[in-house]
C-alpha cells in the first residue's frame, strides 16, 4: 500500500502548521494503521470504511494502550485521509465518522509567577549563561516548543519591532511578539554571546544561521534543550516538572489569569487544538476562586 508519506508530511507542515515532534508521531500513527490493515488484506487505501478504523482503534485499546493514545492515532488517521482528500486521491475521511474515546481531564502543570523568576534569575553572564538566559525567555515569553527554539534562526528575531517568526521554514509562520526582557536577553545573546560560540566553529560545522548554538558553534538540539532546563531546575522546588511544555503552560496560564482571551492564546501558541487551551482557562478559573476566597471578606 503506497502511503506517500513525503507528501502527507509537507502537508502536515505546509497546511496543517504541525511541530516536527509531532510530524513524526503522525506518520508512525499512520505506518502502524498500514500495518493493521495489511494484516486484514486490505490493500488499497480507498478500500478503507469506518468499521476499520474503530476496529483498530479498538484492538489498541485491547493492548492496553491509554486513551489519550488511542485518540492521537485517531487524529492522525484523519489528519492522513483528510491529506489524501485534498490530494483526490480518496472520496471522504472514514475516520471523521468514528468516536474518539473520552479522556479523564488532566490537571495543567505550570510554574507560578516566582517560580518562573527564580529560574530566569539562574544563568550568569558567562557566554552560556547569555544564551541560556536568552533561551529561557524566549521560551516562557513567547510560549515556544522546544522544537521551535531549536530550529529558529536568527533572521527569524526582529529585534526593532520585537518579534520571532516561528516555523518560518515550513512556509507558514506564526508571529509572536517578544517581551521586553526577551527582547533584551536575545539582544545581549546576540551581539554579546553568540559571536563567542560561533568564532570556534569548525568548517564543517552547518550552524550559521542557527539562532541558538552549542560551545562548538552547531545548532542547539531539542535534546540539548531539555538538558539546559534540567540543569537549571535542579535544587528548585519544581526540579522534576520542570520542562519545555511546562515553560510553555506557564506562559498560556499567566497570561489568561491577566485578562487575555482563549483566540489569542490560541494564535500565539500556533495551536489548532481549542480543547487543549482550553484546559488553560479551568487553571485560570481555579486560580480566580481561590483568590477571591483568600480575599474578599464575604467569601
Not at 485534498?86 to 472520496?91: K, L, P, Q, Y
Not at 509567577?113 to 541560556?132: F, H, M, N, Q
Not at 537549571?232 to 506562559?251: M, V
Request: aromatic share 8%; hydrophobic share 40%.
Amino acid at each position: 500500500m503506497e502511503l506517500r508519506l513525503s507528501q502527507f508530511d509537507r502537508y502536515l507542515q505546509t497546511v496543517k502548521n504541525v511541530s516536527d515532534t509531532s510530524r513524526n508521531a503522525y506518520e508512525n500513527d499512520v505506518e502502524d494503521f498500514s500495518r493493521y490493515l495489511d494484516e486484514r488484506s486490505i490493500r488499497s487505501i480507498c478500500d478503507v470504511l469506518p468499521k476499520h478504523v474503530s476496529s483498530y482503534l479498538a484492538k489498541l485499546k485491547e493492548a492496553g494502550k491509554s486513551a489519550s493514545t488511542v485518540n492521537r492515532r485517531l487524529a492522525s488517521i484523519r489528519a492522513y485521509f483528510s491529506f489524501l482528500s485534498s490530494e483526490g486521491a480518496v472520496r471522504g475521511n472514514p475516520a471523521v465518522s468514528v468516536r474518539a474515546p473520552r479522556i479523564e481531564k488532566r490537571t495543567v502543570e505550570y510554574l507560578t509567577i516566582a517560580e518562573v523568576d527564580e529560574l530566569l534569575s539562574k544563568p550568569d553572564d558567562t557566554v552560556l549563561g547569555l544564551r541560556d538566559r536568552a533561551l529561557l525567555e524566549l521560551l516562557y515569553g513567547a510560549g515556544l516548543r522546544a522544537s521551535e527554539a531549536a530550529a529558529a534562526n536568527v533572521e527569524d528575531v526582529n529585534l526593532r519591532v520585537g518579534f520571532i517568526a516561528c516555523g518560518s521554514s515550513a512556509g507558514k509562520a506564526r508571529i509572536v511578539p517578544l517581551g521586553r526582557p526577551a527582547k533584551a536577553a536575545l539582544e545581549t545573546y546576540l551581539f554579546d554571546s553568540r559571536p563567542s560560540l560561533m568564532a570556534v566553529k569548525d568548517d564543517h560545522v552547518t550552524g550559521d544561521r542557527a539562532l541558538f548554538v552549542n560551545y562548538t558553534g552547531e545548532r542547539l538540539t531539542r535534546q540539548g534543550i531539555w538538558k539546559i532546563l534540567k540543569e537549571y531546575g535542579k535544587g528548585t522546588a519544581f526540579e522534576e516538572k520542570l520542562t519545555p511544555q511546562i515553560l510553555r503552560n506557564s506562559f498560556a496560564v499567566h497570561m489568561i489569569q491577566n485578562g487575555a482571551d482563549l483566540k489569542s492564546i490560541q494564535e500565539l501558541l500556533g495551536s489548532e487544538d481549542l480543547a487543549s487551551i482550553k484546559s488553560y482557562l479551568s487553571v485560570a478559573k481555579t486560580h480566580i476562586k481561590d483568590v477571591y476566597d483568600r480575599t474578599h471578606p464575604r467569601a
